[in-house]
């Protein structure tokens, strides 16, 4: 099992016509070649709930998410396995 180390970035995006606002949240790697899609997460709860679900404690992902409606924030030194990163989206 391979282990990845990144920063993960979530972007909020007021949206647009044919898209309403979201939050778009990237893995950026430190180092290597990857596929990273961006995982558009519509409301704050969700984003919580993705955090978490790649194993970040709640309470830091309430912290992160809460920091995210207003600005980007890059959420630093995220070491996770590829399998994790490749079933919630952050990698192909």
Same mark, same amino acid.
């Not at 972007?11 to 949240?25: K, L, Q, S, Y």
């Given at each position: 099992m391979k282990k990845l180390i990144g920063n993960i970035r979530i972007? =909020?995006?007021?949206?647009?016509?044919?898209?309403? =606002?979201?939050?778009?949240?990237i893995f950026v790697p430190y180092a290597g070649r990857f596929t990273t899609p961006t995982?558009?997460?519509?409301?704050h709860d969700d984003l919580v709930a993705f955090l978490t679900g790649i194993k970040i404690g709640e309470d830091d992902a309430s912290r992160w998410a809460g920091r995210a409606k207003s600005s980007v924030i890059l959420i630093p030194s995220v070491e996770r396995s590829e399998e994790l990163f490749k079933e919630n989206g952050l990698l192909e």
């Open positions: 972007t =909020p995006n007021p949206g647009t016509d044919t898209m309403g =606002p979201h939050f778009e949240v995982v558009r997460i519509t409301s």
